[in-house]
Structures are given as structure tokens and as C-alpha cells.
């Protein structure tokens, strides 16, 4: 066999590899335009009706589960039974998810003595969990996340995050990026409708039937 012939394979080997790159950081930089132009949040609610931040108000809240939790275990259903929760979708790679955490964070403790509960979560698994470490600690966000929260953001179905829903003390959506106004006035509506005891909780079955 000649030198060229026994070279051949190398080269064909780099040529593939090199067309894998090529693709994986065509697909990524494409990804990342959808993302651009699909994902910027708008300053308020949006106002619209096309149901590109998952589940609408009137609808039962899905139970928030994942892989694991960090910054604190999961909220218990006789936690968050009767009060406002907040809940917020994220992932690392998010640059909106990360310019919106000062906004989260100020929400937060400015309702907090109200009662109002805020968890999150991320569809990344524990193989990133060096990452979900750094975005939930290294911006100091103080509430309970979940990760590997793929069912979870199924459930709640957004096409685009940071996406956010208001959860009324009766465990109903009350607002979401759909809905008019701001997640502020989200939390003030659903304060405004008061609380409910655990008795008064609906359930999915009950809302659903």
C-alpha cells in the first residue's frame, strides 16, 4: 500500500471533524439569532395573546419538579398553600435571564414579608451544575431552584425564557408575560384577590373538571 493511500483515512477523519465543528457552531449561532429575536422579553407583559409564555392565567399551577434543587430544598405543598408564589424559567446561557435577576431579586424582598413565595427552574441537568451553581449563587438569588426541570418546562410550555408566572394563593395562574402589566402588577393582583386556606386549595381535577 502507497504512503498516500495509508494517509487517506487521516485526512477524511479531519475533513469530517472539521465539518461537525463547522455545523455545531452554525447550528449554535442560528440558535442563538432565534433566541435574539424570539426571546427579548418586553419591558411589561406584552399584552398579547399568543401564549409564548407557557401557561395562561385560569389554569392550575403544575407541582415544580427536577433532577435536584440548589440554594435550598423544594417548597412543600403546605408551604406554598395560601400564599402568592412567584416562579420564575431561566437557563445558564440566558443573557436576558441574567439582566433580569436584579429586577427578580428587588421583587422579592420588596413582597417577601407579604408572604409571597419565589422559586425557579432550569431544564439543565447536573452535568451543568458548576454553571447552575454559579448563576443562582453568583448572583446571590436567594430562593429555591430546581434543575432538570425538563417536565417542568413542558408543563408550563414556554417558548421563550426568562418567562414568568404569578401563582394566586389558591395554586391558580393569575399572570403571565402574555398578560398586561408588569410581573410587579401580576403580584399585586394576586395579593389583591387575598389568601386561602389549605382546605380552600383547589385541586388540578377539581379546576380541570
Known amino acids: 500500500m502507497s504512503e498516500n493511500e495509508t494517509k487517506q483515512p487521516g485526512r477524511k477523519s479531519s475533513q469530517d471533524l472539521t465539518f461537525a465543528i463547522g455545523a455545531m457552531i452554525?447550528?449554535?449561532?442560528?440558535?442563538a439569532l432565534w433566541v435574539r429575536s424570539n426571546v427579548d422579553p418586553p419591558a411589561g407583559g406584552g399584552g398579547n395573546d399568543s401564549g409564548a409564555f407557557g401557561l395562561p392565567p385560569?389554569?392550575?399551577?403544575?407541582?415544580i419538579t427536577g433532577e435536584g434543587w440548589i440554594n435550598g430544598p423544594p417548597p412543600t405543598a403546605e408551604q406554598l398553600a395560601g400564599h402568592v408564589v412567584v416562579v420564575d424559567a431561566?437557563?445558564?446561557?440566558?443573557?436576558?435571564?441574567?439582566?433580569?435577576?436584579?429586577m427578580l431579586k428587588a421583587l422579592y424582598e420588596k413582597y417577601k414579608t407579604q408572604g409571597v413565595i419565589f422559586v425557579g427552574f432550569t431544564s439543565e441537568e447536573s452535568n451543568q451544575l458548576a454553571e447552575i451553581?454559579?448563576?443562582?449563587?453568583?448572583?446571590?438569588?436567594?430562593?429555591?431552584n430546581a434543575y432538570g426541570a425538563v417536565?417542568?418546562?413542558i408543563a408550563y410550555g414556554p417558548q421563550g425564557i426568562p418567562s414568568y408566572w404569578v401563582i394566586g394563593a389558591d395554586g391558580v395562574i393569575v399572570w403571565n408575560?402574555?398578560?398586561?402589566?408588569?410581573?410587579?402588577?401580576g403580584i399585586?393582583?394576586?395579593?389583591?384577590r387575598g389568601t386561602a386556606t389549605q382546605s380552600e386549595v383547589p385541586t388540578e381535577a377539581e379546576t380541570s373538571g
Open 26 to 31: 452554525l447550528v449554535t449561532l442560528v440558535f
Open 58 to 63: 385560569g389554569v392550575v399551577a403544575p407541582a
Open 90 to 102: 431561566w437557563a445558564t446561557w440566558c443573557g436576558y435571564c441574567r439582566q433580569e435577576v436584579p
Open 133 to 144: 451553581d454559579q448563576y443562582v449563587n453568583g448572583q446571590d438569588i436567594p430562593w429555591p
Open 151 to 153: 417536565g417542568s418546562m
Open 177 to 185: 408575560r402574555d398578560s398586561e402589566g408588569s410581573l410587579e402588577d
Open 188 to 192: 399585586k393582583l394576586a395579593l389583591s
